[in-house]
């Protein structure tokens, strides 16, 4: 079956670290893959967006890579801050229908 | 400001009492979405639409409803509420499907007791 796999553990990190965040699929072939954060309570905030060609992209201080051979992405976020704690999420554009699947998120907790 | 409204922000009902839960965007966006968020389960899809009067099943669509008349308005209509539709739900758009991040509203929290 078709899933999204994100580490159910909370990532916590000292500040001024870089967070990096995992999001592994299996049995997709997406075209595109984004990135969300989520506060509690609130609605999910688009962050980036990476297409299947493309390797890498950055957003100031976020970088999103993305291996269509290994099937993984990978979220850092460079010279973490406490503001920076929340739950991030990857979501893949599942077929022609264009569903957005969600992974179940990661929390990550950026300690002062 | 561009923004994805939802209202209520916070509903109780009881068990077979239809309700709505409105969205709308003033972003002039041709796709819109409903999706559920239940711990453990993460954000699952109720129903899309990719433009006026083009609606879809997503991946829960059993006990709802929706249509979209106008392109700013995708509302989700519960005919009759049970308690295992309690969740937070969020309406999103985007400009066009795939290729741009989705715009999400601030949710809806309904209990159905």
């Known amino acids: 079956s078709q899933k999204i796999e994100q580490n159910s553990e909370a990532l916590n990190i000292q500040e001024g670290k870089t967070a990096t965040l995992t999001c592994n699929y299996t049995?997709?072939?997406?075209?595109?893959l984004q990135w969300y954060r989520q506060d509690p309570g609130r609605g999910p905030v688009f962050l980036l967006l990476?297409?299947?060609?493309?390797k890498e992209k950055r957003k100031e201080r976020l970088k999103v890579t993305f291996d269509t051979t290994l099937k993984q992405s990978l979220f850092h976020i460079t010279a973490s801050q406490p503001a920076d704690s929340a739950t991030y999420l990857c979501?893949?554009?599942?077929?022609?229908?264009?569903?957005?699947?969600f992974g179940s998120g990661t929390r990550l907790l950026v300690r002062p | 400001e561009a923004q994805v409204t939802q209202n209520p922000r916070y509903l109780i009902t009881v068990t077979g009492k239809k309700l709505t839960v409105t969205c709308s965007q003033n972003?002039?966006?041709?796709?819109m979405s409903w999706y559920r968020q239940d711990p453990g389960l993460g954000l699952r899809q109720i129903y899309y639409?990719?433009?006026?009067?083009?609606?879809d099943k997503g991946d829960v669509p059993e006990g709802y409803k929706v249509s979209r008349k106008e392109k700013r308005n995708f509302p989700l209509i519960l005919e009759s509420p049970s308690p295992n539709q309690t969740s937070l739900y969020f309406c999103?758009?985007?400009?066009?499907?795939?290729?741009?991040?989705?715009?999400f509203g601030s949710g809806t929290r309904l209990t159905v007791v």
């Open positions: 639409s990719m433009n006026v009067e083009v609606t």
């Open positions: 972003m002039n966006h041709e796709y």
């Open positions: 999103a758009s985007s400009l066009l499907a795939g290729d741009y991040g989705y715009t």
């Open positions: 990476i297409r299947e060609n493309e």
């Open positions: 049995n997709y072939s997406p075209a595109y």
């Open positions: 979501a893949l554009v599942r077929d022609s229908s264009y569903k957005l699947i």
